[in-house]
């Protein structure tokens, strides 16, 4: 099995940005590209080549559902699980996200000593 080690993570809101770095990176201990705009996220996930992608929903600009289909209209970044983070998390609201290509979603605002136990488990449910 495939191990989870790098992360792409979109988020607009700096001090969320922050917290969650401090959550993946330090605690967590994945190797992690933080982009602030789905437009930079489109530009660099390529090179970047992820395990995996945390997408904020609500952003300026290009939102999480369009870098969503940004990405996936990428070749390299097709079979990429994509999770996002969200505080729209309704069960209608949670099956729309699925029907887009999410694997999940994942609640804000999140626990940022449980955020990374959070992004594996929805690794490994992926990938079970």
């Not at 993570?9 to 705009?37: N, T």
Request: proline fraction near 7%; aromatic fraction near 6%; hydrophobic fraction near 50%.
């Amino acid at each position: 099995m495939n191990t989870l080690k790098r992360l792409l993570y979109v988020e607009d809101e700096p001090d969320i940005r922050a917290v969650a770095q401090v959550a993946l990176q330090h605690i967590g201990g994945f190797e992690l590209k933080v982009c602030e705009s789905g437009e930079q996220a489109v530009r660099e996930a390529v090179a970047f080549a992820p395990d995996m992608v945390l997408l904020d929903v609500m952003m300026p600009g290009m939102d999480g559902p369009g870098t969503l289909r940004a990405l996936r209209a990428l070749p390299e970044l097709r079979a990429v699980p994509v999770a996002f983070m969200t505080a729209k998390v309704q069960p209608n609201e949670v099956a729309e996200f699925i029907a887009m290509g999410a694997v999940d979603v994942i609640a804000k605002p999140f626990n940022p000593m449980t955020l990374a136990d959070q992004v594996r488990a929805l690794w490994e449910h992926h990938h079970g």
